[in-house]
């Protein structure tokens, strides 16, 4: 019997299509969603509801000031596009924690989950009396699950300022080396454009959500083994330093602090962006042979000297690079985009060097991106028909498993939807219940 390729038979037991048909890894796990004016909050939850677990969004009667994060001001059906992307597969709930009675009512709650992710300043909680040791108190088991701007400690943790994603890239180290280069003896005045660069997406935020994830997991897989719960500090600023890849290790050692550099890296080259006839390519040579082959590529061997080429490193030089990048720009705007993608490919076939050859990759907008026919294969740009919303699209299944597949089942929720379905299964309550504490204003 002729044995099936691995690439049929994991897209069989990956499609997500059929993720459906599957159980959830988490299924068992519900989580109270107390994220407050946090990106990173509804990120984390997200992940944990993909994987399955039931959890309980709960926001302030009047909803949560996420929900009117949007480009141009522009609401869909009365919400923003930043919250439709991350209310998926969430129950959505309304009560109101300032109130002694809101309080009074999560601790209903609390008795009966595994997790609670919440995104108020430190001490809040606690001054509410809703903080871990006296919740631990009625469900010693709890995973609390805190993300802030500075964490539960240190010499910034009381601070008023509030978690932006933006404070945290300012803070983190990053945004300070992303972005042009500042020419010498310039100033802002003549290079306006020569300033730290934010990350597009709120990334930040994105990174302490995934952290904190994470962090929940390990921590469940603890309490499985011990039986006990405990309590999880993510600051934003310090999740995203994380990514500060080389720059620390870099100035502890020799006291250089990592600059702004444009597109191009001080630890690779040839590494970065470079213009073309119709947009722009990524350019990647992490070896000393990529870099000739590219020089071959585009007809420049012999007049670059390639072929006495001896050390990598020389290039990587900030003067060096300075040098080269207009050199290489020149060449790379003689082309397109698909012109040079086939230049390099056909390199690896016939040229001097090969099978090496230089790394071309396009640089894709959101509509490209959204229309690569890879990603529409692989499921992540299927539509998702919402009961509520209707058909929308939101990048999904980034996940791809065998046996648990993630899956979004829904997109979103308005505030508090799920009220009646939530408090009559965890407490008990009907529809009078509900109108006395909605007439109060707690839900």
Wanted: glycine letters at 8%.
């Amino acid at each position: 019997m002729e044995q099936q390729k691995w690439s049929e038979w994991v897209r069989e037991r990956d499609d997500p299509r059929i993720a459906h048909t599957k159980p959830e890894a988490l299924d068992d796990i519900t989580v109270l969603d107390l994220s407050y004016k946090s990106f990173a909050g509804c990120y984390c939850s997200s992940l944990l509801a993909e994987f399955g677990a039931e959890v309980l969004r709960i926001e302030p009667p009047e909803g949560d000031f996420i929900r009117t994060c949007t480009p141009y001001g522009m609401l869909y059906q009365g919400e923003g596009l930043n919250y439709l992307t991350e209310g998926r597969n969430k129950f959505h709930m309304s009560l109101d924690l300032t109130k002694p009675e809101g309080r009074e009512i999560l601790k209903g709650l609390v008795s009966q989950v595994d997790v609670l992710v919440e995104t108020y300043r430190p001490g809040v909680m606690d001054k509410w009396g809703i903080g871990y040791e006296q919740l631990k108190e009625i469900n010693p088991r709890l995973i609390f699950a805190s993300i802030t701007a500075y964490g539960q400690f240190g010499p910034m943790s009381q601070r008023q300022m509030p978690d932006y994603d933006n404070i945290a890239q300012a803070r983190a180290g990053i945004q300070s080396a992303t972005g042009e280069v500042m020419p010498e003896g310039k100033s802002y005045d003549e290079y306006p454009w020569a300033v730290p660069t934010k990350a597009g997406p709120w990334i930040a935020w994105t990174i302490a959500g995934t952290f904190m994830s994470v962090g929940i997991l390990a921590a469940l897989h603890w309490r499985g083994i011990t039986g006990e719960g405990q309590a999880l500090d993510v600051a934003t600023a310090e999740a995203y330093a994380r990514f500060d890849d080389y720059a620390a290790l870099w100035y502890y050692d020799t006291g250089i602090i990592n600059e702004r550099f444009g597109s191009m890296d001080v630890c690779a080259f040839l590494y970065c962006f470079a213009p073309t006839k119709d947009g722009a390519v990524f350019l990647g040579g992490l070896r000393l042979e990529m870099w000739q082959a590219f020089a071959d590529m585009v007809g420049k061997w012999d007049e670059w000297g390639a072929a006495s080429w001896t050390n990598l490193s020389f290039f990587m030089q900030k003067e060096q690079q300075l040098k080269w990048a207009p050199l290489i720009f020149e060449e790379t705007r003689k082309y397109t985009n698909e012109e040079l993608i086939g230049m390099s490919i056909e390199y690896a076939k016939k040229g001097r060097l090969a099978p090496i050859t230089p790394v071309v990759a396009p640089v894709c907008s959101t509509e490209e991106t959204m229309k690569d026919a890879n990603w529409l294969d692989r499921g992540m740009f299927t539509p998702i028909q919402d009961p509520v919303y209707g058909e929308l699209i939101v990048a999904q299944a980034q996940h791809k498993m065998t046996e648990t597949p993630v899956r979004t089942k829904w997109v979103c929720r308005p505030v508090g939807y799920d009220n009646e379905h939530i408090y009559l299964k965890y407490l008990g309550w009907g529809p009078s219940k509900l109108k006395e504490l909605k007439q109060k204003r707690i839900i």
